[in-house]
Nanobody
Framework: VQLQASGGGLVQPGGSLRLSCAAS????????KGWYRQAPGRQREVVAL???????NYADSVKGRFAISGDNAKNTIYLQMNSLKPEDTAVYYC?????????WGQGTQVTVSS
């Protein structure tokens, strides 16, 4: 499984960004996809996950502001991030999980600053 993420950048507090992650390879093995993030000096943490049937889970810190969605035809997931805060600044990583394995895309930097 290969993951290609895009969409990071610099945005002011209160702004929005949308991240995309396209999967290729043995995608039939994937049972769960999502996004993690890692801020400087902190451990990587889950942001949002979505299963193949569309069930979603969010970190408490992003509930109501972020939305994860998937386009099965394009093998792509999206993370719509609204009302961004400086504490959302991090490198965001696309994730795909199979039974027993985890795959990661390259990180994409999201910086929220005025």
């Amino acid at each position: 499984v290969q993951l290609q993420a895009s969409g990071g950048g610099l945005v002011q507090p209160g702004g929005s960004l949308r991240l995309s992650c396209a999967a290729s390879g043995n995608i039939w093995r994937i049972i769960r996809k999502g996004w993690y993030r890692q801020a400087p000096g902190r451990q990587r943490e889950v942001v949002a996950l979505i299963t193949g049937s569309g069930v979603t889970n969010y970190a408490d810190s992003v509930k109501g502001r972020f939305a994860i969605s998937g386009d099965n035809a394009k093998n792509t997931i999206y993370l719509q991030m609204n009302s961004l805060k400086p504490e959302d600044t991090a490198v965001y990583y696309c994730y795909a999980g199979t039974i027993g394995e985890a795959y990661w895309g390259q990180g994409t930097q999201v910086t929220v600053s005025s």
